[in-house]
């Protein structure tokens, strides 16, 4: 079975431009996650979708926003980039949500470079 | 809030020492518990899990024991190898979400 697809796996973007990232989860899993690495804040989450609908939120800006679709697939965006949005930016899928017996499976990441 | 504490690295050992990376937890309710690992420019691979008290979990020879009295849940492998050098995640998931909330990370060096 194929594991969770992330493109662009590298980005370059200037200052005050946006970005679309987007995540194919495994086949069969319906919950979509996004967390952002840094080296100075390590792994943080972002937030979370199932059944198209977002189910949890982490503490970021409203810059920071995402989207899912019925096949499962998410999309997230950043509007108006800063230099510290500059992290690897990481997908995970499972097959539910609302359990903490739900296990996390990750992406390679894409890597976004903000000049 | 929930949180997760690992021991500061870099962790550098020789092949076939073993290895000990702490990792303890602060959680609301009856968290489950993980360890990732991440390989040099990859994404975080699950190592194993545990999701109740004294359960142990296992894989490739790394063990931990989710211990519910002294809020820990250490890793440890008998004897490393060269290629179990990475970055490994300690993490928690809480209160009916599959969220997870990560420790800072520890990195292992193993030289031959």
């Known amino acids: 079975k194929a594991g969770v697809t992330q493109t662009p796996r590298y980005l370059i973007k200037t200052r005050g431009q946006q970005v679309t990232l987007s995540c194919s989860p495994i086949s069969g899993h319906r919950s979509v996650s996004w967390y952002q690495q840094t080296p100075g804040q390590g792994l943080q989450f972002l937030f979370e979708y199932f059944s198209e609908t977002q189910r949890n939120k982490g503490n970021f800006p409203g810059r920071f926003s995402g989207r899912q679709f019925s096949n499962s697939r998410s999309e997230m965006n950043v509007s108006t980039l800063e230099l510290g949005d500059s992290a690897l930016y990481l997908c995970?899928?499972?097959?539910?949500?609302?359990?903490?017996?739900?296990?996390?499976?990750f992406g390679p990441g894409t890597r976004l470079l903000v000049l | 809030g929930d949180s997760v504490t690992q021991m500061e690295g870099p962790v550098t050992l020789s092949e076939e020492a073993f290895l000990t990376i702490n990792c303890t937890y602060t959680a609301t309710g009856y968290p489950s518990l993980f360890w990732y690992v991440q390989y040099p420019g990859e994404g975080l691979q699950l190592l194993l899990k545990?999701?109740?008290?004294?359960d142990k979990g296992s894989n490739k020879g790394f063990e931990a024991t989710y211990r519910k009295e002294t809020t820990s849940f250490h890793l440890e492998k008998g004897s490393v190898q060269v290629s179990d050098s990475a970055v490994y995640f300690c993490a928690l998931s809480d209160q009916g979400y599959s969220t997870l909330t990560f420790g800072k990370g520890t990195m292992l060096l193993v030289s031959p």
């Open positions: 545990a999701t109740k008290a004294d």
């Open positions: 995970a899928s499972s097959l539910s949500v609302g359990s903490t017996l739900e296990t996390q499976y």
